[in-house]
């Protein structure tokens, strides 16, 4: 099996979208941004919700749309990087709504039933256009 780097000096990379240009974008949870990626060195900051951005689906609009855990604090142990507890800078948990031409990032529920989100971790969309996240 053959593999290619395509970025490397990434803050805790999850989520990945497979684009139809063939490049990938992901967030990038310890640093706060969602980042593209074609190979061979290209790369460039997508949007920069700030918090702890983490799933990611492009929604039946075209917009991508992200879970935001709100942050976390990091250590490294033994060369891992690994999260911990929230920082005093906690910004909360919410749905966000990236507009992928400007980079602007719109939240969109930070609350279900009166009740804050904490830690939102994945999203998809169904057939219907339904959001479900986890």
């Not at 593209?36 to 700030?50: F, L, N």
Request: hydrophobic share 35%; proline share 7%; glycine share 18%.
């Amino acid at each position: 099996m053959d593999f290619e780097l395509l970025a490397s000096g990434l803050g805790f990379p999850e989520g990945p979208v497979v684009m139809s240009d063939g490049s990938i974008i992901i967030v990038e949870i310890q640093k706060g941004v969602i980042s593209r990626h074609w190979g061979g060195g290209k790369s460039e900051v997508v949007a920069t919700p700030g918090g702890g951005p983490n799933g990611l689906a492009i929604g039946p609009d075209g917009a991508l749309w992200c879970c935001n855990n709100g942050g976390f604090l990091y250590h490294e142990v033994e060369g891992l990087l690994i999260p911990g507890n929230c920082p005093e800078d906690y910004s909360g948990g919410r749905i966000e709504r990236i507009d992928l031409a400007t980079g602007k990032v719109e939240r969109v529920l930070d609350t279900v039933d009166g009740n804050p989100l904490k830690g939102p971790n994945d999203l998809v969309f169904d057939n219907a256009g339904n959001l479900y996240f986890t």
